[in-house]
């Protein structure tokens, strides 16, 4: 399946999956839509925290993307969506036609699913693709640098990688340097505020095995994470791990 | 002695020498001024190869800095320019006052010596400071991405780190994603097209001892390469380990 086919049966309601391990080979992304008078300073918090919100496309007119695919519709082509009221979770649901008004500004953030095939390719396989599961996310104590009044901690996804291959995992990653990167933390859950590596606080569970380290890599619900703590009247992001899959191949991020 | 201070040094002509392990703790940046009509294509070739190429403050006019110092006068206070005319290096200067016209545009460009005292700082030691000497700099095959005409090989430094360090080395780098981030490659040099590790193209030949692996990081200096292999008709370039030293400091580049 293409990423356009994928996309039509998303927005037909056919589709309301985690996306880790569907076309392989293309980017994936992030998304975070918030009202205007926010955009500018979250543009400026995502520069001065570029590893956890790396910015690929921002759309400050309309809901069609022009750089990462033609023309799709943010709308409807992402699996699932959060809605956000004054940080809370409200509603979560397949399309956000109803939702939309002009004042929206669209954010399209790079996502580390986009180097999974990498890792794969380069004998990394990854479990929670081989299960069909969606990856294991956790909120940290990692601080974010303030700005404009966004601040909060970040968000990390986890892949158990086998001991004799952690640096492998960080040299190829460090090659997506718009997907996150290398991995800030590997080893200790507790050392980055992580209590229980059994309870994600997103996504599912996935077991980490005799001889293998768990690596950390920042992650694009870092947002979703902040626009909670700061209580912002309205947001809507993707769901976690319901990614908008790109036309673009990883290879052309891959520097 | 403050990164003020040392700039002071440098502008009055009392300080020529490489900048590694001066003003610990704070960033260091490459340059690189091009005729305006360059300037555009040679903004899209770095954003398509930010790992390489990191852009971090950019003159439009005029030469002092606003971002990574307090107006700092680009024109005298780094420690040595090379000039180039149709791709060849004519001349090595440590005043650029004669060349400058406004038709010049200036790039500040992220260094890898940003990251060297958080290797230090964790268990790193690295041999180049040690012994006062500039980083060992090497020509590869590595492609970048071709934009807007730009395009040519990634210029890498080599770091020698011990074998049980080298995730470590890894993941305190790739901390700095504005600094180059995580290493593009390690262990073997013919991998990436570099022939001789002992004759490095630029800076200074650096022992690899037993029980260590040499790292390679991308280099600020890849933009001179282009450059020469472009024949582009003019344009001025720190020299090789002869850096801008700023008043910023890396825990703020730190992600």
């Known amino acids: 399946m293409t990423p356009k086919e994928l996309r039509a049966k998303i927005a037909k309601g056919e589709f309301a999956r985690p996306t880790a391990g569907e076309c392989p080979g293309y980017i994936q992304m992030n998304m975070v839509a918030l009202p ?5 300073g979250f543009e400026a918090f995502a520069k001065a925290n570029s590893k956890a919100i790396p910015v690929l496309e921002i759309l400050k007119e309309g809901h069609h993307t022009e750089i990462l695919a033609d023309r799709a519709d943010l709308l409807t082509e992402i699996p699932k969506y959060n809605i956000l009221r004054e940080g809370v979770l409200v509603e979560t649901v397949t399309d956000i036609t109803p939702y939309y008004t002009p004042d929206l500004v669209f954010f399209l953030i790079g996502c580390s699913f986009s180097f999974e095939t990498a890792l794969i390719e380069n004998g990394m396989p990854l479990r929670h693709v081989d299960m069909q599961k969606n990856v294991a996310m956790y909120n940290t104590n990692v601080r974010l640098t303030p700005v404009a009044g966004f601040e909060g901690e970040m968000v990390v996804s986890m892949r158990p990688i086998k001991r004799e291959k952690v640096a492998d995992a960080y040299e190829v990653t460090g090659h997506f340097p718009q997907m996150h990167g290398s991995p800030i933390h590997s080893g200790t859950p507790e050392t980055i505020g992580i209590g229980d590596i059994d ?20 992650c694009g619900v870092t947002p979703q994470n902040v626009i909670t703590k700061m209580k912002l009247p309205f ?12 036309d673009r191949k990883d290879s052309e991020y891959y520097e």
Request: hydrophobic share 35%; net charge negative.
């Open 36 to 40: 205007r008078q926010y955009a500018e």
């Open 199 to 218: 309870r994600p606080d997103y996504g599912d569970p996935i077991e980490i095995k005799e001889g293998e380290v768990p690596l950390f890599w920042p």
């Open 235 to 246: 947001a809507i992001t993707h769901a976690p791990g319901h990614m908008f899959v790109t």
